[in-house]
């Protein structure tokens, strides 16, 4: 079993950044592949960005490449995500979440953190 605590949400303004965390804790090594998903009201939930644990391989969605940067600390158990050049559109809860495959679904969940940008 795996747990997840995302932290470092807030109220920023247009052309601001954020940086996410997100705390790993259980069974870890279960985790192959990390990633954060974000949700806006009224949409479904959708990809922001990956990495591997083992390598440190990015993935970003396309709206978000060149704005935010996704990375992992192995000794902490913590992934990030630097978001900068923050948009309106990028309002969401954002969720982190685990999967033991390359590909397929994701298998854990966190609780998400709000971040919101206004204009």
């Known amino acids: 079993q795996v747990q997840l605590v995302e932290s470092g949400g807030g109220l920023v303004q247009a052309g601001g950044s954020l940086r996410l965390s997100c705390a790993a804790s259980g069974r870890t090594f279960s985790c192959y592949v990390m990633g954060w998903f974000r949700q806006a009201p009224g949409k479904e939930r959708e990809f922001v960005a990956a990495i591997t644990w083992s390598r440190g391989t990015p993935s970003y969605a396309d709206s978000v490449k060149g704005r935010f940067t996704i990375s992992r600390d192995n000794a902490k158990n913590t992934v990030n995500l630097q978001m900068d050049s923050l948009k309106p559109e990028d309002t969401a809860v954002y969720y982190c979440?685990?999967?033991?495959?390359?590909?397929?679904?994701?298998?854990?969940w966190g609780q998400g953190t709000q971040v919101t940008v206004s204009s």
């Open positions: 979440a685990c999967r033991a495959a390359m590909t397929g679904r994701y298998d854990y």
